[in-house]
């Protein structure tokens, strides 16, 4: 069964941390490069980040970048996003999902992507 798992979500405070994590099942991991969305209330799903199929490039929104490092683990089919210095603006569902591509140009086009988890809350709030 073609699968994508979000987890690590909860509520923090700002200036807080949170690692969310990936995992898929049900296809060929390594093939695709994965990117992470979110969408707070209101607002349209944006791109956050994106991680190339092997690893070798990534790519991150101007809004978190220096603050958010995306990794994987091909051979735990894991995708990671490590938020740190964490905004109220952060708020909101955090999306993983597989590109119809091993590379993350134009990361941030949803239609790029063929496979999406369910979702997982990230709160900032003091």
């Known amino acids: 069964q073609l699968q994508l798992v979000e987890s690590g979500g909860g509520l923090v405070q700002p200036g807080g941390s949170l690692r969310l994590s990936c995992t898929a099942s049900g296809f060929t991991f390594d093939y695709y490069a994965i990117g992470w969305f979110r969408q707070a209330p209101g607002k349209e799903r944006e791109g956050v980040s994106c991680?190339?199929?092997?690893?070798?490039?990534?790519n991150y929104a101007d809004s978190v970048k220096g603050r958010f490092t995306i990794s994987r683990d091909n051979a735990k089919n894991t995708v990671y996003l490590q938020m740190n210095s964490l905004k109220p603006e952060d708020t909101g569902v955090y999306y993983c999902?597989?590109?119809?591509?091993?590379?993350?140009?134009?990361?941030?086009?949803?239609?790029?992507?063929?496979?999406w988890g369910q979702g997982t809350q990230v709160t900032v709030s003091s």
């Open positions: 991680i190339s199929s092997s690893a070798s490039s990534t």
């Open positions: 999902a597989a590109r119809r591509a091993s590379y993350c140009s134009g990361y941030a086009i949803r239609s790029e992507y063929v496979y």
